[in-house]
């Protein structure tokens, strides 16, 4: 299996734009999560789903953030309009809900920077 | 909430010495625990994955240990060489679903 599969790698982008992060889980895994990296706040959840179907979107900071998951083998998180104070990494991570459930598989991120 | 707690921040060691990572969790009530290392610029690793009815897991030159009733958890790396310089980041599973809760990372160097 290729692991957690993510696009873009790095992206650049003004102030006001939109910008669209994709992730492809891995295959058989029916957990999907979206996760912020900074300096200042270290790791955090934004949000998650089982099923395709958003559990807990509570880390979601504001309405500017939107994420999908149409089917099993796809999601996106989407920031619109994009705020300088959004540049982060933004990993992507599944899991299988059995016996290892938590057992998170990380993609190697997106880098954003809002300029 | 679940809070999780890893000391020291950043650590410093010549090649070829036994180190011991610490991490603290302040609800006991968790479904497993897990080690990951990050390297600069990339993402993370799992690198020991220990269930709550479990006391410790083995990989190569890594220990994990677990004790719920304390709250805590360890990471051994035996004989340390300069490759093992990374973040190590502690993760704690929640009973009720697949969310994890993560420490803030211990910084490693070690130095040739």
């Known amino acids: 299996d290729a692991g957690v599969i993510q696009s873009p790698r790095h992206e650049v982008t003004e102030m006001g734009q939109e910008v669209t992060l994709r992730c492809k889980p891995i295959?058989?895994?029916?957990?999907l999560f979206w996760y912020r990296q900074t300096m200042m706040r270290g790791l955090e959840l934004l949000i998650y789903?089982?099923?395709?179907?958003?559990?807990?979107d509570s880390g979601m900071p504001e309405d500017r953030f939107s994420a999908k998951m149409p089917n099993a083998s796809f999601s996106t998180l989407k920031i619109q309009p994009s705020e300088p104070r959004d540049s982060a990494v933004y990993f992507c991570?599944?899991?299988?809900?059995?016996?290892?459930?938590?057992?998170?598989?990380f993609g190697p991120g997106t880098r954003l920077t809002v300029l | 909430k679940q809070e999780v707690t890893q000391i020291p921040a950043a650590l410093s060691v010549p090649e070829g010495e036994n180190l011991v990572l610490n991490c603290s969790f302040t609800d006991s009530a968790i479904y497993n625990l897990q080690w990951f290392r990050q390297d600069p610029g990339k993402g993370l690793t799992s690198l020991l994955l220990i269930q709550s009815s479990q006391r410790e897991q083995t990989s190569g030159r890594l220990n994990a240990s677990l004790d719920k009733s304390s709250g805590r958890s360890t990471l051994y790396i035996a004989a340390s060489q300069p490759g093992d310089s990374a973040t190590y980041l502690c993760a704690v599973g929640e009973t009720s679903g697949s969310r994890l809760t993560f420490g803030e990372g211990t910084q490693l160097t070690v130095n040739p």
């Open positions: 789903f089982n099923n395709n179907v958003p559990i807990d």
């Open positions: 991570a599944s899991s299988w809900g059995g016996r290892r459930r938590n057992e998170q598989f």
């Open positions: 295959s058989g895994h029916d957990y």
